[in-house]
């Protein structure tokens, strides 16, 4: 139990990392991207004092105030070290849940770790503004591939060692897959866009293309693997139909329908990727067992 509460007090810090990133990675009103600081007050604009850095503690020992002008600090820090803290003790039960050797303990964790901790950040920054950053897609799926070619090359180092996971093949598959599924799904939309307005004579005007939705698609690939990604994105596809179905509904209700009301979809990719990565084999069990 204290190992888990370790993990949890760790997964606060990382936490906090994640909200630099998420506050100073996507470029700010002026187009201007800052290099991740220290957690400051959007109302005066000074730094919290360590202490605060946390906004957990702050949370605790300010009543969630800023320590200099008083004004309430934001909701959304709180619950990003509060999820990242909750995943990195939760990770290690689920890592541990299925392993036999250290090596394959300590792969999984870490792998899982870097990979929801990730996820976590491409979802926020994607609710708040819309984008999937590259600064985020990449270093994730480079660290993806490492720890698939170590799962690929640990056996041949240590011959009878069995890794959990996909290795490099399959990985980088599922990578082309997710990738190359979706680059498609966005291209097709597209042109049906542009034969529509065609048809009906109205003028073409620039498509936001969501390239940075197929780059997560990519990465969601890298992740689950083939031929877990084809399951993975049924899932993100069909969960956001629904979700759109229901908010087009409510505004229906409300009347206040507007067609181009864009929301995000990167949250229904994150969905997607952590089902399949987390549950995927007791779903398949699941599925073997009720035919
Ligand atoms: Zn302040």
Redesign the pocket.
């Known amino acids: 139990m204290w190992l888990l509460t370790l993990l949890f007090a760790a997964g606060l810090l990382f936490g906090a990392v994640l909200n630099s990133l998420a506050d100073n990675l996507p470029p700010d009103a002026d187009d201007v991207r800052h290099a991740p600081r220290r957690p400051r007050?959007p109302?005066?604009g000074?730094s919290h004092r360590p202490p605060y850095w946390l906004a957990v503690a702050g949370l605790l020992l300010q009543r969630g105030r800023?320590e200099?002008?008083?004004?309430p600090r934001r909701w959304r820090p709180v619950l990003v070290e509060l999820a990242a803290g909750f995943v990195t003790a939760y990770l290690w039960v689920w890592a541990g849940a299925a392993v036999g050797s250290l090596p394959d303990l300590a792969v999984r964790y870490l792998a899982a770790l870097v990979l929801v901790l990730s996820l976590i950040l491409v979802t926020v920054i994607d609710v708040e503004h819309r984008l999937i950053l590259w600064v985020v897609v990449w270093p994730t799926a480079l660290a993806i591939l490492a720890f698939s070619a170590l799962r690929s090359l640990a056996p041949l180092v240590m011959p009878g060692l069995e890794m959990a996971g996909n290795d490099l093949v399959k990985s980088l598959l599922g990578g082309l897959a997710g990738y190359g599924v979706t680059l498609a799904i966005f291209v097709l939309a597209e042109v049906y866009i542009r034969v529509v307005r065609v048809v009906r004579g109205q003028p073409l005007e620039e498509v936001a293309f969501g390239g940075g939705d197929v780059n997560l698609a990519g990465l969601v690939g890298l992740a689950v693997g083939w031929p877990g990604v084809i399951l993975s994105l049924t899932i993100a596809i069909v969960a956001g139909g629904l979700f759109s179905l229901v908010f087009i509904l409510v505004q229906l209700a409300r009347r206040r329908y507007t067609p181009h009301s864009v929301f995000p979809y990167g949250p229904f990719l994150v969905l997607g990727a952590l089902v399949i990565y987390l549950f995927g084999k007791n779903l398949a069990a699941i599925f073997v067992a009720g035919r």
């Open positions: 007050c109302h005066c000074r800023c200099h002008c008083g004004s």
